[in-house]
T-cell receptor, first 111, second 120 residues
């Protein structure tokens, strides 16, 4: 079945860039997503990328997709303390029948 | 995007009782709703998918008689945890896809804020 893996923890200093990595196994994925979850809250969609793209930039966020290696990354520029949260990558297919989530990466931003 | 609410936001109950969790889409016709559970420091696991007016489709390993899902309208789905036990303690999150302003938004799921269930 599908499997999505992430590193569990990342710690950075305020102002630095953060890079969160994700690998997936389903080559038929159409969309790849990044979600943010703050403590005790639901998920907030940050950005997503179509599988036929290799990069997408949205303000401080840059998503890179290496389809050959099935590797996805999220770069947050100028990381702020408010970016501290758990970040989930997820894969989905056309028609949005189901999302498969990664294990989540806890990002800690220190002043 | 759609605004999704869940009620209650947290609930504590005794073992053996049933608990109902509501998921509402406030400005959005939710043709499909998803229910997830999340254990502490773990990822979201899909429990079931429900389409308005039809029976839910449960993921493998999820007991449909224990987790009753009703999606009777385009704005409301309920998850009832029957005869809850401590191992059912978890964070339950719903998400929706559907229509907003006549436009089909099927490439994004909108998530509710979650309900924390603690069974004593």
């Amino acid at each position: 079945g599908e499997d999505v893996e992430q590193s569990l923890f990342l710690s950075v200093r305020e102002g630095d860039s953060s890079v969160i990595n994700c690998t997936y196994t389903d080559s038929s994925s159409t969309y790849l997503y990044w979600y943010k979850q703050e403590p005790g809250a639901g998920l907030q969609l940050l950005t997503y990328i179509f599988s036929n793209m290799d990069m997408k930039q949205d303000q401080r966020l840059t998503v890179l997709l290496n389809k050959k290696d099935k590797h996805l990354s999220l770069r947050i520029a100028d990381t702020q303390t408010g970016d501290s949260a758990i970040y989930f990558c997820a894969e989905g297919n056309t028609g949005f029948q189901k999302l498969v989530f990664g294990t989540g990466t806890r990002l800690l931003v220190s002043p | 995007g759609a605004v999704v609410s869940q009620h209650p936001s947290w609930v504590i109950c005794k073992s053996g009782t049933s608990v109902k969790i509501e998921c509402r889409s406030l400005d959005f016709q939710a043709t499909t709703m998803f229910w997830y559970r999340q254990f502490p420091k773990q990822s979201l696991m899909l429990m079931a998918t429900s389409n308005e007016g039809s029976k839910a489709t449960y993921e493998q390993g999820v007991e449909k008689d224990k987790f009753l899902i009703n999606h009777a309208s385009l704005t409301l789905s309920t998850l009832t945890v029957t005869s809850a036990h401590p191992e059912d303690s978890s964070f339950y999150i719903c998400s929706v896809i559907g229509l907003a302003g006549g436009i089909v938004l099927d490439n994004e799921q909108f998530f509710g804020p979650g309900t924390r269930l603690t069974v004593l």
